[in-house]
């Protein structure tokens, strides 16, 4: 992978990530899910609305970048897992107070990963089965 290459799949991994992230948090906080849901003025409802607008925009400019392989989409994955899972149990070790919004976010980082070790097998399947041909 040339220079250029790796530079672009970064860019398009990082901000694929992170737009996701912001969206699903967003989302989260509106639903209530996880915290009391906020009480929005007008003026705050057009700046979540923007920020909505801008975080898929950011998505839609992430997949345009580079389309993500397999290998790379297992790394996502796993990285998202990661930081899923170290935040509360990090907090957690801090602050000795464990939340219900923080066993919601260590169950979205189990199921990130196990996704991720599907993909994963899955590319590991492949690469035996191309061995084979």
Known sequence: MSPRQAVRSAIAFFLVTFSTAFLANVGGRLT??????????????????I??????????????????????????????????????????????VWPVQWTVITMLGFLLLGVGFVVAASLRGAEHSGAHD
């Not at 906020?38 to 609305?49: A, E, N, R, V, Y």
């Not at 607008?53 to 950011?58: L, Q």
Request: no cysteine.
């Open 32 to 49: 209530g899910w996880f915290s009391a849901p906020p009480d929005f003025k007008t003026l705050h409802m057009q700046s979540l609305g």
């Open 51 to 96: 920020a909505i607008i801008i975080a898929v925009i950011t998505l839609a400019v992430g997949a345009g970048v580079r389309r993500m392989e397999a290998a790379e989409l297992r790394s996502a994955l796993l990285g998202a897992a990661s930081v899923l899972l170290a935040i509360p149990l990090s907090a957690a070790a801090i602050t000795k």
